[in-house]
């Protein structure tokens, strides 16, 4: 009998202990659901700033801005290093950011854009169209704004080695067909030997 009290003496304070660990975990779980709840209320409160329409307008406003002080380069040799393309405009007026487009490789395609401090610059820089970088002649005009959502609509061209397919579902004919249900005479452009018609 005594052996047994012992044992529930010391399975007490073995309770009391698991007991304080227990309050200490939801204790420390309370506070990371708290700032869980912080940090979502903070992105929160930036997604609904990033859509809120006056300063998207502003935003806008301020890429135009930013791109009436700036021009495209086209044709820009592969090796060629922002100095470089800044050291050849530097002629036009100060310039503040030169951004030479890459792939998703890190290789550069071939263009690039130069920003100016002063929208008088680009004036300048126009002047610099076919002028020679590395032995290419650059193509520099100014830069237009992007605006969300205008993308130029390009319809689709009809390859003319392929059969001519209608996107309308088959009508049958209301006359008799001598060719059979469904079938059509097909006539061939004798163009060139493809394999597949």
Avoid: W
Wanted: overall charge negative; hydrophobic content about 30%; proline content about 7%.
């Amino acid at each position: 009998m005594e052996h047994d009290d012992i044992d529930m003496i010391g399975s007490d304070t073995n309770d009391a202990v698991e007991l304080d660990d227990m309050k200490k975990r939801l204790k420390d779980m309370e506070d990371e659901a708290a700032a869980l709840r912080e940090m979502q209320a903070k992105v929160e409160k930036e997604m609904s700033s990033v859509q809120d329409p006056a300063s998207a307008a502003a935003s806008q406003a301020n890429r135009e801005e930013v791109d009436s002080r700036s021009v495209f380069v086209g044709n820009v040799d592969y090796s060629c290093t922002p100095e470089e393309v800044q050291q050849h405009f530097q002629s036009c007026g100060t310039v503040n950011r030169i951004t030479i487009r890459t792939d998703k490789f890190g290789q550069p395609k071939g263009y690039a854009y130069v920003e100016f401090v002063e929208p008088e610059a680009v004036q300048e820089a126009l002047l610099l169209n076919e002028s020679e970088l590395h032995g290419r002649q650059l193509k520099v005009t100014a830069k237009r704004t992007n605006i969300p959502g205008m993308k130029q609509y390009r319809p689709r061209r009809s390859n003319p080695f392929m059969g001519a397919r209608s996107r309308s579902p088959y009508v049958a004919p209301y006359f008799f067909s001598p060719y059979g249900y469904g079938k059509v005479p097909r006539f061939r452009m004798p163009t060139r030997y493809g394999p597949y018609y």
